[in-house]
C-alpha cells in the first residue's frame, strides 16, 4: 500500500473560460437552439412537403416572398453547421492520436468546412437565380 | 511502495498501443470498432454510440444538402436535377435514415445538455432512465413520421414513377 503523501490544503484560482469552454458552451446553447430549428425544418420540408413538391421555384418563393425563412435557413446554416464540424474535431482527437494525422484531418476539417459554410452563404445571400432557368417562375397563387 | 507501478498484461498493453498508435485513420477505427463490443457500457454506451453515428450522418448529409442548395444561385438549372435524384426511392430510404439521425441526435442531447446543468442526474442509474425515456420519445416522434414519409416515398417515388 502506496503511503498518501500529505499535501497541505492550498487555494487555486478559478478557471478563467478559454476556448475549449466556450466551445462546449456553444454546443449547448446551439444544440438546444438547434432542436426546434431542424426538427421544424425537417417537418416542413420532409412532412408537410416532400421532395415531389421541391423545386428552384418552391426555394424562390421562399426566400422572396416569405423574407424571415432566409434568416432561419441562415441560422440553420451556421448553427447546425459550426456545431457539426466541432462534433467531427472530437471525433478526429478520440481515434487518431498520430499528431501528424491528427492535425492534418482537422485542417481539412476546418478549410473545408469554412468552404462549405461561405458558398452556403452567397447562396443565401445571391438567392435563386430566375433568369438563369428555361421556363422561369410563374406567379404564385 | 514507492516507485512501483501497475504493469498491464501484456493484452491488454497491446490494445492500448493499438489506440495510441492509430497512425492511419482506417487502421484505429478499425480497433475502436473492434473494442466498442467488448467495453459493456450497458445503455449508456449504446446511447453514446448511436449520438456519434447519427451525428457523422447528420454532418455528411449536411455537407451535400449546403452545396446542392446552393445551386439555386450558382447553377439553377443543375438544382433541377439534383432534386430529381432526390426523388429515387433510394434517396427515399436514405431521407427515412436521416430523420431518424436528426430526431435521435437532438433528442439525445437535450438529454446531455440537461444532464450537465443538472450534475445529480449523471448517477449512472437515473441516466439509464433518462434514456429509456428518450427512447421513448424518439420512438413516439419517429414511428407516425416514419410512416408519412413511407407513404409519400411509396406513393409518389415508387409507385408514381
Request: charged residues 15%.
Amino acid at each position: 500500500m502506496a503511503a498518501i503523501p500529505k499535501v497541505a490544503p492550498r487555494t487555486v484560482p478559478a478557471i478563467r473560460p478559454r476556448l475549449e469552454v466556450w466551445l462546449w458552451a456553444f454546443m449547448r446553447v446551439s444544440g438546444v437552439l438547434l432542436i426546434p430549428l431542424a426538427f421544424g425544418h425537417l417537418a416542413i420540408m420532409h412532412i408537410i412537403n416532400n421532395v415531389h413538391d421541391i423545386n428552384a421555384c418552391f426555394v424562390y418563393y421562399r426566400w422572396n416572398v416569405l423574407f424571415w425563412w432566409r434568416v432561419y435557413d441562415a441560422l440553420l446554416l451556421f448553427l447546425a453547421y459550426i456545431h457539426g464540424l466541432n462534433g467531427l474535431r472530437h471525433v478526429i482527437d478520440d481515434y487518431v492520436h498520430h499528431p501528424g494525422w491528427n492535425q492534418a484531418l482537422k485542417g481539412v476539417a476546418f478549410i473545408g468546412g469554412a468552404l462549405v459554410i461561405v458558398i452556403g452563404t452567397i447562396a443565401l445571400i445571391g438567392g435563386v437565380r430566375v433568369a438563369a432557368l428555361p421556363a422561369g417562375c410563374p406567379p404564385p397563387g | 511502495m514507492a516507485g512501483s507501478e501497475v504493469v498491464l498484461p501484456e493484452e491488454a498493453r497491446k490494445r492500448w498501443r493499438a489506440l495510441e498508435w492509430a497512425w492511419t485513420p482506417g487502421a484505429g477505427l478499425g480497433r475502436v470498432l473492434q473494442e466498442i463490443p467488448q467495453y459493456r457500457g450497458r445503455i449508456h454506451q449504446w446511447a453514446w454510440v448511436a449520438n456519434r453515428v447519427a451525428g457523422l450522418g447528420t454532418l455528411l448529409f449536411l455537407t451535400i444538402h449546403i452545396l446542392d442548395t446552393a445551386l439555386v444561385y450558382f447553377a439553377p438549372t443543375w438544382y433541377e436535377h439534383a432534386i430529381a435524384l432526390y426523388r429515387h426511392p433510394l434517396f427515399g430510404l436514405g431521407e427515412l435514415i436521416l430523420v431518424g439521425c436528426v430526431l435521435w441526435h437532438g433528442l439525445n442531447g437535450l438529454r446531455i445538455t440537461i444532464s450537465d446543468f443538472r450534475p445529480r442526474l449523471w448517477a449512472a442509474e437515473i441516466q439509464a432512465r433518462l434514456i429509456l425515456w428518450t427512447v421513448v420519445a424518439f420512438l413516439a416522434l419517429y414511428i407516425p413520421t416514419f410512416f408519412i414519409m413511407g407513404n409519400t416515398i411509396l406513393q409518389k417515388g415508387i409507385l408514381g414513377r
